[in-house]
């Protein structure tokens, strides 16, 4: 199988700044600061700046920075965290691992968000934090998010593992609670070259509780006072953030400017079913993921357009195919089918397209060329067929 349009295309970032990767790589390797070194005190600096606070802790993943950012923020045992049924796992594991317990809520059906109406339901005594999650790149409003956390005196801990530099409302990802997770998986906006993570925060209590929690839970070397474990994101990969941070502005209008045409060229499906989730942030979305819904007045199912669409050449995927309530490994958080049911919707309805700094007009005019002549809105009356014509043009 020829691709002839991939998800994500990651040379087209990295090419142009090759030889400034290569020098950062080079002068770790000549410092030999392999672990906690000056370029990751550096990067921490640079992206908690460039996300409007105050500090930046470097992680092993995002997955860590969820986990033991909660516990710098003292939400454990005892404690109930609200977070959205549509999201990655991680959010999820993250709340356990912090030995909170995760309680789940459905989401908005335009925009995939959390929807916080129904979180209000799901306020106990116990409820302590509640994790927006920045989904596909658009924040959750924080004005909302406030309002809300300061009516019923929760923390807001953001997930804005898809969402490096996002605006919304004056404020950036990772501004708008007490502290924020950061992943820097190499897909995303901005991405390492392996795994890793960052808490922000603006609160240098949690920032030192998160530095000691990293490091085995030492306040110096030998002398442990917290029980912590080893997650550091190592001093290479904070160089290659480091050098690849300045582009990220620019990478990121290149991803709306993309997402803007898709809008465009997408919107005479509407009618035939092809609903691109909404984007509620203007500018300040930025589009780590390019997301359509194939609704029920689609004459074709999710299942059957991405794999003609696979056959042509255009890889797709689905973010997120079975909501966390449902997966197999949780069963013992109690919930069931049914329960979430935009979230449940959701899962069989999205498909993620191409999306990355680089993708060209006429790839997304082909992206969209081929999702329409496959739900029979083109001229063809064989849509597998039509497909690979209108690709191979």
Request: charged letters at 15%; one cysteine or more; proline letters at 5%.
């Amino acid at each position: 199988m020829i691709i002839r349009i991939p998800f994500v295309d990651l040379k087209l970032q990295h090419q142009p700044i090759q030889t400034q990767l290569q020098q950062a790589i080079h002068a770790v390797l000549e410092q030999g600061d392999f672990i906690l070194g000056q370029a990751l005190s550096d990067f921490e600096g640079a992206f908690a700046v460039a996300s409007g606070t105050e500090y930046g802790v470097g992680v092993a993943s995002g997955t860590d920075a969820i986990a033991l950012g909660l516990q710098a923020c003292n939400i454990g045992a005892g404690d109930e965290v609200i977070l959205p049924a549509n999201t990655f796992i991680a959010t999820l594991i993250g709340v356990l691992r912090a030995g909170a317990k995760p309680v789940l809520v459905d989401c908005d059906s335009q925009t995939a968000l959390i929807d916080l109406e129904a979180a209000t339901k799901s306020i106990t005594p116990k409820t302590k934090a509640i994790i927006p999650v920045h989904l596909y790149g658009q924040m959750v409003s924080p004005r909302q998010l406030l309002d809300f956390a300061d009516a019923y005196k929760l923390l807001v801990f953001e997930d804005a593992a898809q969402a490096h530099l996002a605006e919304r409302e004056g404020f950036h990802a990772g501004s708008v609670g007490i502290a924020a997770a950061f992943s820097f998986y190499p897909s995303k906006n901005l991405g390492a070259f392996g795994d890793g993570g960052m808490l922000l925060t603006r609160d240098s209590d949690v920032a030192q509780k998160m530095v000691r929690l990293r490091n085995y839970g030492a306040s110096q070397k030998y002398y442990h006072t917290e029980s912590g474990t080893n997650s550091r994101l190592d001093t290479m990969q904070a160089a290659v953030l480091h050098q690849k941070l300045p582009y990220l502005p620019q990478w990121n209008r290149d991803r709306l400017t993309i997402a803007q045409q898709y809008d465009m060229e997408l919107a005479p499906l509407a009618n035939a079913g092809i609903i691109p989730i909404q984007n509620q942030s203007d500018t300040g979305h930025v589009y780590h993921l390019y997301v359509i819904r194939v609704d029920d007045t689609c004459r074709t199912e999710r299942q059957q357009l991405q794999e003609k669409l696979t056959a042509a050449g255009i890889q797709t995927g689905i973010h997120y195919p079975i909501p966390c309530h449902l997966q197999p490994a949780f069963t013992s958080l109690g919930y069931q089918q049914g329960d979430f049911p935009q979230a449940e919707k959701l899962s069989k309805q999205i498909l993620s397209l191409p999306m990355y700094p680089g993708l060209s007009s006429s790839q997304v005019k082909e992206v969209v060329a081929a999702i329409a002549d496959v739900v029979s809105i083109g001229s063809h009356s064989d849509p597998s067929s039509a497909v690979v014509g209108s690709i191979a043009a």
